[in-house]
T-cell receptor, first 113, second 113 residues
Framework: QQQVKQSPQSLIVQKGGISIINCAYE??????FPWYQQFPGKGPALLIA?????SEKKEGRFTISFNKSAKQFSLHIMDSQPGDSATYFC????????????FGTGTRLTVIP | DTAVSQTPKYLVTQMGNDKSIKCEQN?????MYWYKQDSKKFLKIMFS???????INETVPNRFSPKSPDKAHLNLHINSLELGDSAVYFC????????????FGSGTRLTVV
C-alpha cells in the first residue's frame, strides 16, 4: 500500500514560473516530511524538510507548505530554472521506532528555457 | 570525499547468477538501508541495518540478503538472479536521533539478461 501519494507524475514549467508538487499521507504517526531531488544517474539528495509543528518552511527558492489537518504537504519552487529539471520525491517517516522513510511515487519536473 | 559509496555502478549479468553490491558510508551513521528503484522511478525500501542488527525486512524475496560486516558497510547479496530484478539499487545511511535525513549513494544499475 502506498504510504505517501504524490502528484502530478510529471510537470512542465516555463523558466521563471512556479512549480508545485503535492503529497498526501494517511499515517498520523509520521512526523518528518522531507523532499528529495534526483538527477539522472544520481541518488536522491535531501532538498528541504519540515516537521508538523510548523506550517511552512522556506529555503531560497524552495518552500514546503504543510497542512496537518488535511494530512497534505507541498513543494513550491519559485522562479523555476532549467537546472531545477529533475525528479522530485516527497517522503514521510516517524520519530519513534524504525525511522523508515516512505517515498512518494516521484514527479518529473521539466523547466523549459 | 564520498559519503556513501556503492560498487559497482553498473552490473550486467545472466539469469541464475549470484551477485553482490557493496556499500560503504563514512558519515558515522548508525543505520544503513537498501532501496530498489524500478523503471517507473518508484523507490521501495528493501532492508535496513542498525548496529549490525536487521530492524526492517520488507517482503522481498529471500534470494536477497543484506550482510553488514560492520556499521560502515552494508552489502547486498542476490542469488539466482531473475529478469525482474533489473533495477537501480540505492544504498543509504542515516543517524537515528539526530536527523531523519538520509544520505544516498549514487546507485547500482543492475541489468539481468
Amino acid at each position: 500500500q502506498q504510504q505517501v501519494k504524490q502528484s502530478p507524475q510529471s510537470l512542465i514549467v516555463q523558466k521563471g514560473g512556479i512549480s508545485i508538487i503535492n503529497c498526501a499521507y494517511e499515517n498520523t504517526a509520521f512526523d518528518y516530511f522531507p523532499w528529495y531531488q534526483q538527477f539522472p544517474g544520481k541518488g536522491p539528495a535531501l532538498l528541504i524538510a519540515i516537521r508538523p509543528d510548523v506550517s511552512e518552511k522556506k529555503e531560497g527558492r524552495f518552500t514546503i507548505s504543510f497542512n496537518k489537518s488535511a494530512k497534505q504537504f507541498s513543494l513550491h519552487i519559485m522562479d523555476s530554472q532549467p537546472g531545477d529539471s529533475a525528479t522530485y520525491f516527497c517522503a514521510a517517516s516517524r520519530r519513534t521506532g524504525a525511522n523508515n522513510l516512505f517515498f512518494g511515487t516521484g514527479t518529473r519536473l521539466t523547466v523549459i528555457p | 570525499d564520498t559519503a556513501v559509496s556503492q560498487t559497482p555502478k553498473y552490473l550486467v549479468t545472466q539469469m541464475g547468477n549470484d551477485k553482490s553490491i557493496k556499500c560503504e558510508q563514512n558519515l558515522g551513521h548508525d543505520t544503513m538501508y537498501w532501496y530498489k528503484q524500478d523503471s517507473k522511478k518508484f523507490l521501495k525500501i528493501m532492508f535496513s541495518y542498525n548496529n549490525k542488527e536487521l530492524i526492517i525486512n520488507e517482503t522481498v524475496p529471500n534470494r536477497f540478503s543484506p550482510k553488514s560486516p560492520d556499521k560502515a558497510h552494508l552489502n547486498l547479496h542476490i542469488n539466482s538472479l531473475e529478469l525482474g530484478d533489473s533495477a537501480v539499487y540505492f544504498c543509504a545511511s542515516s543517524q537515528e536521533g539526530k536527523t531523519h535525513g538520509y544520505t544516498f549513494g549514487s546507485g547500482t544499475r543492475l541489468t539481468v539478461v
